[in-house]
């Protein structure tokens, strides 16, 4: 960091080599005859930031900071010119200079500011102006806001300070300088503008875009909250006239006198909030930058290649799949099922159904999706025949919304099933629902007065068994949950879908089932150990091969895995 | 070929199977038809069934039927219904909260009840009898099979539910060390993983053995229905 | 005073229910009451999120977005479903047949799709992965499931190859049992979190 000097005038600090003061523009040096730096010809030494809207001050910051990022690995005091920014650097990078504490694209703002005042100056009081602006009128719409803040820019300006049009200017110098300044007041912004592909843009929509006045309030809300920090003195430091008094002690009195233009506006006016800026307002305006940015950025051509690939491997799986089964099914004659060994769960099943009495009264709870229907037919058809032949009391309930339709088909496949003697119970729409309805349907031993009856009316001893039908181990755990509660002595068993099973196991391991079959497996055991007759025959083969088929996939892509992975080693 | 209603039928769902499978090429127009169709015949279905099987029984028909006792109790439901149903104005969004706080409570109570008594407590005894000596030497050959399976299954049990464990470290000395788990949790939670992966590899089994059923189902579906017509032409 | 209501309502509800798993003959009716307008409350928020369903589709026709004509079909398809219904009545043959013969070969297409899906995502299983021990342990507990299901692993009727066989089949349990706990503890802890209305889940 170089070293700085105090300026006689408002006591903010500048840097060594400045001309003048970046805050209230007076004259730093004694030998300093150099009149107000013309902006275009700062523009010329290759300033291409300030070249945006002139409202686009988010864009100006991040400007700032992409300055700092390009120059970090450089030695800040030989360095004259600022770096061009294109529009395609990233926004966003921080990189927060740890000298003395000050961020580096605030450092870069002051180095600024000693070759171009004009753009430090008109950002700080385009600042001020707009956090009075929307101090003197809080209660106005932000349009309102906006549109007086974007006329007081409009306004004179000279050296920026002055937004109040009642204050005016009593320095004939003053107000040629504002005409200047208001005449090339937007070239560097319009060169920002260019560097990020603004161009031609309206008044009207400058205003407008973007919701600008958010963005206004947001400044204006990083200085307020900035002017809570004290102790930090810089060059944008606000200072009461207190301060002010103690600063003009510090005027070295042995420079040479010269004519110093006299701003004789107040000093709450004419001094610019400080801008700092927290490590959060830094991210908020990247953030801010990086989306206004993002709507004008063109979207990038998504790429599908490795889309083909999964649709061409799909497909080549699917008629290796197919044609299998579709070999399997429709070539050869079917096998005689032979039962594989039986699990202890199946076992505990085929005890239940086989120790069951002639008339037991058996709840049947649907709780699986059409999707399911083929297998869960299966499984339970040889299981239905088998109770009707036992004369049992049939009760059917269902918690899936296919479930009164998924009756009709179940039952209706049924030999000798008399569909008068089944007792519908119903629908509930959740299965835990379902389930502690019925246990409390059951156990009523009183009723409350003048209450309607229900609409489903229970069994008064309850059942004597209940069978669940479920494809899901969730629909199922609800219904064991509740009923294991509610209905301890009354035992439970299940039909489930092959991809619910693994997760029952534990409730049969832990008696709160009493059997349970699943899959092709066991719908072939029923058959043989019920004598039912042959349903599955011809599917079984298929089944077997398409599992074959899996497993030997799920080999072979493990193999190839490995060979990629130790090709890749070895070129490494 | 005589046109009969069972053979509109078999008609409807031989379109219907061959629009869905023919996903299987690409997404294309015929899939989204046949999902579209099923969609909306489902969405017909399920308020039929509603209308049907809830609000008839349950409430209409007491309420034109029963005596005005019955329906005073009624008026309860009716007021929350007409309460859930106002709450979808966006003026009175507030009133929702009413029937959906009773929703709320009832859902709460239900899954606290079901997974205390019908999960944690049965399960939880399942591992402790696991040790009973009764059960080690119930089948005489059998002792120290029944020991380890006893072993295998607490340490796995443990282990799984370490997994699922997102606690950090209390007392650190590093940055790195806060990222990290206790280290004995750390130890159960990869014992754990290797269980979860044996159990989610059986449960993707039946997954696709269920899954391999339903295509089974369609394409004997598809080749009786072509064998059929073929007869009959 | 709403959120006082809300939050009584819910208290009543949940602690009487709570109670019923303790006392079930004592409150009985008054529980069967309670689930009996509870699900008259689910029903109707069925009715109303078919009812946004609805909504959704008409404005994307009078938006005359593209394929607007797959909402017209799928508006259409609900019409006519409303219509059969109130004609032939919901227990009709002709309805039910309708509707199995339309759900059962989509949804069972739909899972047969999800075979197909399932053996190419199988190929890809460790090169998406990687070999870490869950993918290991994943692989060779599927291998072994479908192979004891296809009959293929065979290793001898009684004797050691059973118990091994045996042991193969429970291992399964135990992941089975300590995910059950996870979330039966999981399910615990949010219910109990809307019952001290810490969540509030029907909005404040």
Redesign the interface.
Known sequence: MTEKITCPECGAENLEDAEFCIVCHAQLREDSTLAFVDPQQSDQDGFDLLNGEEDDLPGLLHALKQEDEAETAEDKSQENELPSITPEDEFGKEDIQEDEGIPGWLDRVRQRATEEEDSTGEITQKISAAKESLKGDKRSTQHENFETWIQKLRGPIGGGFDRDPEAGDSSDELEEEQEEVQEKESEWLQKIRKAEGKQNVTEDQRILDHGENGLLNWLVALEDGEEDRSGEQGEFDIKTEEDQESDEVKIDESAATQEIPVDERPLSVRIPPKLSVTDEDRSQADQLSSMILDENAPRPVRVIKRRSK?GA??FF??V??ILSMSLSLFIGEAVVN?S??I?PHTDGFLSWIKDLEEGAGILLIFDY??????EINLIASPILIDLVSRESDLNLLSSSM?G???Q??LIGDIPGLDTDSITDLGY???GA?GA??L???I??????VG?PE?ARAFPDGGFDSILILSDTYGGA?AWIEQLT??MPDTPINLVVT?QAM??L??YF?SGQIIGMVS?L?DGVILETELSTGVMIGMRRRA??G??????A??????I???N??GEEGGAA | MTFTYELL?II???L??VM??S??LGDNIFF???????????????????A????WP??INPLINGTWPEAL?LA??VV??LM??LS?IRRF??I?????????????????????????LP??R??VDSFDPARWYAVPN?TW?RIL?AV??LV??????S??HFGRKQKTTSEEEYEKQPSIIEGLS?V?????????????????????L??I??IL?IGQFLTNLFRSF | M??I???S??????????A??LF?????????????????????????G??Y??KRHISLISQREK?NF??I??????????IL??IFS??HPVF?????????????????????????A??????TRG?????????????????L????IYLGSGGAG??I?N?L?????????????????G??I???R??LTIE?????
């Open positions: 999964l491997a799909r799986f699917a290796l799949l032979q594989g060994p699990q999706q059409p999707a399911y229907s083929s296919s009164p339709i998924l009709r088909q509930f729409p959740i629902y502690f309805g246990g409390m349907g156990s009523a031993d009183w009723q409350i209450l229900s755990r509660v509610l092959a693994p997760m196991v534990p391991d899959g497996n089944y077997q398409g599992l074959v088929i899996l497993a996939v799920m080999v072979i892509g493990a190839n895995a490995g990629q992975n | 039928w409807l769902s031989f219907l199977t869905v499978l996903y299987l989204r038809v046949a999902a579209h169709l099923f969609i909306g015949l489902t969405a017909g279905y399920v308020v039929l069934l509603i049907n099987q809830i609000l349950y409430l109790w309860i439901p929350l219904i859930l149903l979808q969004t507030w929702g909260s009413l029937p959906l706080a009773y929703l709320a409570g009832l859902a709460a109570a239900i899954a606290v009840g079901g997974a205390v008594f019908g999960t944690l399960q939880s399942a591992i059998q099979l399976d295998v299954m796995g049990t443990v282990g799984t539910l997994f699922f990869k754990g993983q290797v269980f979860i992966g044996i159990t989610l590899g059986a449960v993707f089994s039946g997954v696709f053995s269920s899954s391999l339903a295509l189902d369609r579906f | 709403k959120k209501l809300a939050i309502i819910l208290l009543f509800i949940g602690l009487t229910v709570l019923g798993y079930p003959q004592e409150l009985s009716p008054i529980l069967s009451l309670i689930i009996d307008w509870g699900i008259l409350l689910i029903g109707t928020a069925v009715l109303i078919i009812g369903l609805i394929q797959l909402s079909i799928l508006l259409l398809a609900f019409i006519s479903t409303i219904g109130l919901f227990n039910t047949d309708l509707m199995i013969n339309v759900q059962y070969p989509v949804e069972t297409s739909l899972l047969a799709i999800l075979a197909v899906v399932l053996l190419t199988s190929f890809r299983l460790i090169s070999w870490t021990p869950m993918s290991i342990a994943f692989l060779c507990s599927a291998v072994i499931t479908l192979g299901d296809a009959g293929s059973d118990v066989l042991f089949r429970r291992l399964p349990l135990v992941g089975a049992r300590g995910i059950l706990l996870g979330m039966g503890l399910g615990l949010v219910g109990l809307v019952l509030k889940p029907y909005g404040e």
